[in-house]
């Protein structure tokens, strides 16, 4: 949902070198869902091992936390790096090239004898998800017909609570009942096929628009960029800040059993999945309103997880409203990104991607230092504090609704 809306006006006013032909590749349509669904899942798997890996190597869960905060510091750096230097290589074979590294990325972490090789099997999971997310988002209008862009574009992005509600959950039951390093084996072999898949079922896609270091920069003096990128920074370190470490929590306060931790993620992931949908109705109406209700949301989630998630009932409904919050996150801010750069939508996903990805490693590290030094209770009351910020910046600042898709194309027409 969280490019759909850019996607349509952009292709709708302005159809692609290649209208004139038959545009009719679903396989690989598929294929790049599957490929992002491999690539979330492989990021936010250590979230429901993070004890399990802690164990494994005698470290702490704030240590173990670097496992989230690495990739996402190099898919931050990468994101931009990526896309520029690779500007002008074929598509195809860029995303292909990711895939294979985010298989060898997670046969590394299986077989890993230190923690220090896992991190280094994660640094290469960032390489891959910053390069794959700021080439692949925008690759739907080369694939089908522009009437079918927004249908396209939705199955693709369905991967990305898919990889909460499916992957992590059986992600994390897998490493309970046979090891956390069987779950890293599975990702990879998932991988490899995504690969061999994309190879065979997408058609050559030379590039068209090489984006330049210049264009990101202009990006980054415009105002709407420029409250979305603080929106994102805040509520994204609020929200991974707290959830990065929530297994930790549901174990030692909540006290349930480390083979159900799984259950409890998927609760939280299929309210993802309502909240997602539902602010792809909202979003049209009013964008800087939904953002609102969903840092009011999270602040009030992990503000109450310390006193109500102690027992099972109350963690588990403060999961499905944290849960039903977060979901539309990451549709609010890259559709914000998108209204607010219409005239330029590869380089406002590249500034979705390093945001997103930076902000998430900066609230895991975060995260993880407030729990070493305190409690995971802590690190919730920490985080619905970074959420009351974010709703003060929104409140504050504004936002694109006044300048959406449909009034800014009509203006510049």
């Not at 759909?4 to 004139?20: K, L």
């Not at 590749?25 to 890996?53: D, K, N, Q, R």
């Not at 898949?197 to 330049?212: G, N, S």
């Not at 083979?259 to 409890?264: D, F, K, P």
Request: glycine share 12%.
């Amino acid at each position: 949902m969280s490019v759909i809306a850019g996607a349509d006006s952009h292709t709708a006013d302005a159809p692609g070198p290649d209208a004139g032909q038959p545009r009719r590749y679903w396989p690989g349509v598929v294929c790049l869902s599957v490929g992002i669904f491999a690539i979330v899942t492989s990021e936010i798997l250590p979230i429901g091992l993070l004890t399990p890996i802690g164990d494994d190597f005698g470290v702490s869960d704030g240590t173990a936390g670097w496992l989230m905060v690495v990739p996402g510091l190099l898919a931050a750096v990468c994101a931009p790096v990526v896309t520029v230097c690779t500007g002008r290589l074929d598509r195809r074979t860029m995303l292909v090239a990711l895939i294979v590294l985010l298989a060898a990325a997670n046969f590394l972490a299986a077989v890993a004898p230190a923690f220090w090789v896992v991190l280094v099997a994660r640094a290469l999971v960032g390489v891959t998800i910053g390069g794959f997310w700021s080439i692949g988002a925008g690759l739907a209008p080369r694939l089908v017909r522009a009437q079918r862009v927004g249908t396209a574009t939705a199955v693709i992005f369905a991967a990305v609570p898919a990889g909460s509600v499916l992957g992590l959950p059986a992600g994390t039951q897998l490493g309970e009942h046979i090891g956390w390093r069987a779950s890293f084996v599975v990702m990879g072999v998932l991988a490899l096929g995504v690969a061999i898949a994309l190879a065979v079922l997408l058609p050559p896609l030379p590039a068209l628009e090489v984006t330049r270091a210049r264009v990101l920069r202009d990006l980054l003096r415009g105002t709407g960029i420029r409250i979305g990128l603080a929106a994102t920074c805040l509520i994204v370190i609020a929200h991974f800040g707290a959830y990065t470490y929530v297994t930790p929590f549901l174990e030692q306060v909540t006290r349930v059993d480390r083979g159900l931790i799984g259950v409890y993620l998927l609760t939280f992931g299929v309210a993802g999945i309502v909240g997602n949908f539902v602010a792809g109705v909202t979003m049209v109406r009013n964008l800087r309103a939904t953002f609102l209700t969903c840092a009011a949301l999270i602040a009030v989630a992990t503000l109450l997880f310390p006193l109500l998630g102690r027992r099972d009932a109350g963690a588990i409904g403060l999961l499905v409203v944290w849960g039903l919050a977060y979901g539309a996150v990451p549709a609010c801010s890259q559709t914000w990104f998108a209204r607010s750069a219409p005239h330029a939508q590869e380089a406002a996903t590249v500034v979705f991607t390093s945001s997103f990805q930076l902000t998430l490693a900066t609230g895991a590290l975060a995260g993880g230092a407030v729990v070493d030094a305190s409690s995971p209770s802590t690190v919730m009351v920490c985080a619905g504090a970074v959420a009351l910020a974010t709703i003060a910046v929104l409140t504050a600042l504004g936002g694109p609704d006044e300048a959406s898709p449909t009034a800014t194309d009509a203006k510049r027409a």
